[in-house]
């Protein structure tokens, strides 16, 4: 199946028509994080809809798709990362490599699941890591070592934190199929490499409230519109009890958000030749 | 503060071989070993647990009190890591991230604790009640103790959030069981780095398969004999109807 065909059939608003732009693509990105899903899950579930919040389509198969093309979009831009020069060498060249075997590994892995479940897994598209001209990671275009390496690191910043939020987006999905634990190991391999990376460029592992942090693009914000979010299965956790672990802070940073499968698509769509 | 004495407390007659054997049979089994306790005092005497010793539970609320009891553990284990003194002296840095890993898990304690009282109602006995520690092997001084400590129960959430994620009926639980995974994974890669800066241990070969890139998974009973393994967990219960 065509990546394009296949990301406009997941993206159920049709957000991006065959008549959208790239430019038009990047205002959609900017206003999409609004919407974030905010869902408030009662305990009490008797009473909710269970499908007001879990990813609605219910379809293990597309979920795992949009896996494999983020997964597609990790795994090229880690190798072209590699072999660009830009990464220095020691802690973030050994980083880069760890990280990279495991995108690798999990476009096997996906492929093979697709194929074994007997679906024609989507077909790697072409990537764009330039987003348009808008960024410069590999120093293709002459930005700079310097400039090159601060975007290569923002950007692989925004692709993990997308991926432990996409992947969570999607367990709803895989609920009830083999795939479901699969996804899981590979949702905290992502997570660990997301909080590696943002160690890297001197974060905290872990993200705090709606922040994209510092050096981060604008236009990676949509990553974490939603992540400001308190409420957890209609508890609001800052009101659990006093002190330091129920500030906003640390009550956000304890609980990472989903992105539906449209966000991630957004997201993705951003780094995806048409 | 008093200073801890490890004492070897002899089981009762017979006693010994009895939990021995309900560990086997079960296989579930959290029990705290009984055999090396640490005491405030020498008057301590070996209390022998009661004869209802709590079970987890079936299906959700199972998973559910499962969580609570290793974020209690978590949250026990940060507690007295800021309340001891390589915390108080360790550089700005390392103090901020053993800070947030406190608060965190004494987020997550308190969200189970109110989420089960929900789920629960007034069957209040289906809850898991508040857990007793022991980390007296743990030198909460030494900062290599500290990291290795947290290292091997930030991985061990990460395993055990993994494994039951397939046991959850509700995908509302699901969904909250994948926000606190992913944090303490992006933990165990904090403290693993921390540990060993220039290295690929965040995510290294030996929590991470090298053919598929795939995290730890494993069953409650395999993360309950390991939790045991680390002779922490005083509080007796057993996990009779999880996997």
Redesign the interface.
Known sequence: MNIIKFLDEFTTEKLISDTTSRREIFGTFGSLGKKAALAAIPFGLATMPSRTYAQSSGDPVSALQLALTLEYLEDEFYELALQSGVIPSGRSQIVYQQISQHEAAHVEFLKAGLQGAGVTPVEKPTFDFTAGGAFDPFNDSGVGQEAAYAQLLALSQAFEDTGVRAYKGQAGNLQGSQFLTPALQIHSVEARHASEIRRLRGLNGWITRDQRGLGMPEATQPVYNGEENVIQGGVNVTNLGDGSPFTIDASTQAYDEILTGDEAVAIASLFIVP | MKKNVIKVIQPKGGKFNQRRQFLKLSGLALVGTGLFMACSNDDDVYTPPEDDVFDLGAGDLGVLNYAFALEQLEADFYTKVVNGSYWSGANPTEK??L??L???E???R??F???IS??VGNNTAAKLPTLEFDFGSVNFNDRNQVLATAKVLEDTG?SA???A??L?S???Y???A?????????????IR?VIN????D??GDDV??????????LDPSEVLSNVVATGFVVTEFTANSLP
Do not use: C, M, W
Not at chain 2, 181 to 187: C, I, L, Q, T
């Open positions: 901020q991230l800070l947030d406190y608060n965190h004494v987020n997550h308190d969200f604790s109110a989420a929900a789920a990460v959030y993994n494994g994620g397939r959850l509700n995908p509302d699901l969904v909250l994948g926000k606190i995974v992913s944090v303490e994974a992006r933990h165990a890669s904090a780095s800066p220039n290295s690929a965040f995510a991470v398969t090298i053919d598929a890139g795939l995290d730890l998974a």
